[in-house]
């Protein structure tokens, strides 16, 4: 089978040098404070895939939108229907992973509203390459095959001495309170991340130093039992400079379920005192889920490394398009969370995108666990080679 992505292109730039890549997320740098803890992690790695032929029994997902940071190609293998394991050489079974269900470029599977892909438990090692596993259901938990995009990181790999950054796996979901373990817990403030179980599903992830108004965040279930969603629901500052992110999880029902997670959050800045290496993403909060004309989110929660205003606009009940100029590149993955699902369990998934006049044009799809299109608020983050 092909793994040439099938969709409509126009005006884009298709000879890529082999990256250096950022998350998106090139930060202000943010004082430590608190008791220090050592949260580097031994080396900075980082790779990521678009799963784009999900049917195929295994294959090397296209050059445009795979990347590693040790220049060996990633590969995936489909062991059974919608499991899959995708290997990243030279990567650790540390650190931290997103995942996201988009669409292919099989016919034979195409993308439907409703499906979403998890992290299948922790991550393990063979011939020097990661193993991750990936399941991903349909709207009634059962397993279907479909493409997603994944990205794996290490360390403060996309940010460099210049950068603040923090992520963490909520391992340990019926625990009340505890540090998690330092393997998957990184803050670029030196001080440990922290998890609180509030109630069934509901949990408080503390960002020390992240105490900022701006930003984004990234939240994937990483469970063993299929179905399960977990968003992010609010986050609030607190008075020694945390940021406390409240995570919601879910099972295929909509019923709030105890479940392991990964989290990530960083800070973009386009100060101009502010040293800025492997400048290369976007992120943006998408924050009127509900009708609304076209408009550009505030400046403090989106990040353009190509320069130009993010906007967003709502097509319909739960789908939207969020454009993203000046990027004009073919490649990189698209990350995307719900988020303030107070209320109700929704999710979002990434369907399509295009490029057009070097403009990125991003289609995200929420929907609601009987896979009913509903409007909901956002964050999309967008990884790319560095042209």
């Avoid at 949260?39 to 032929?53: C, G, K, P, R, T």
């Avoid at 299948?120 to 349909?138: F, H, L, R, W, Y």
């Avoid at 397993?143 to 391992?171: C, E, I, K, R």
Wanted: charged fraction near 15%; glycine fraction near 10%.
């Amino acid at each position: 089978m092909s793994s040439t992505p099938v969709r409509r292109v126009t005006d884009v730039r298709r000879t890529l040098a082999r990256p250096f890549v950022a998350l998106v997320l090139l930060m202000t740098t943010l004082a430590s404070f608190g008791t220090a803890t050592t949260l580097a992690q031994s080396s900075e790695l980082s790779a990521y895939v678009w799963a784009n032929d999900p049917l195929a029994d295994s294959y090397t997902p296209d050059e445009r939108y795979q990347f590693n940071s040790t220049s060996v190609a990633n590969t995936i293998t489909h062991t059974g229907i919608g499991t899959y394991t995708v290997a990243l050489p030279g990567m650790g079974t540390t650190g931290n992973i997103q995942i996201t269900a988009t669409s292919g470029n099989n016919e034979a599977a195409p993308f439907a509203i409703g499906h979403s892909c998890e992290i299948a438990g922790e991550p393990t090692s063979q011939n020097g390459a990661a193993q991750i596993g990936v399941v991903c259901t349909d709207l009634s938990g059962a397993a279907v095959d479909t493409g997603f995009m994944l990205l794996y990181v290490q360390g403060n790999t996309f940010l460099g001495a210049f950068g603040s950054s923090a992520y963490l796996w909520a391992n340990d979901p019926a625990a009340e309170s505890y540090t998690p373990e330092a393997a998957f817990n990184f803050n670029s403030t030196d001080v440990a991340n922290t998890i609180t179980r509030q109630d069934v599903g509901t949990y408080i992830a503390t960002l020390p130093g992240a105490g900022v108004e701006d930003g984004t965040i990234q939240v994937s279930a990483s469970n063993v039992y299929p179905g399960t969603s977990c968003t992010a629901s609010r986050w609030e500052l607190t008075a020694d400079g945390s940021k406390n992110v409240t995570v919601l999880c879910y099972d295929a029902t909509g019923a709030l379920v105890d479940a392991s997670f990964e989290l990530f959050h960083g800070v973009g800045s386009t100060s101009s005192d502010v040293a800025m290496i492997w400048a290369t993403g976007a992120y943006v909060w998408v924050n009127h889920g509900e009708a609304a004309p076209r408009y550009t989110p505030g400046a403090n929660f989106q990040y353009n490394a190509a320069g130009g205003a993010i906007e967003a606009e709502r097509q319909e009940a739960g789908i939207y398009e969020v454009y993203i100029p000046g990027v004009g590149i073919d490649g990189g993955v698209f990350l995307v969370t719900a988020f303030g699902t107070e209320t109700a369990a929704t999710a979002c998934s990434v369907r399509t995108w295009d490029i057009f006049e070097g403009d990125i044009i991003a289609s995200v799809n929420c929907f609601a666990p009987d896979g009913t299109p509903t409007d909901s608020r956002f964050m999309l983050s967008y990884t790319y080679p560095e042209a």
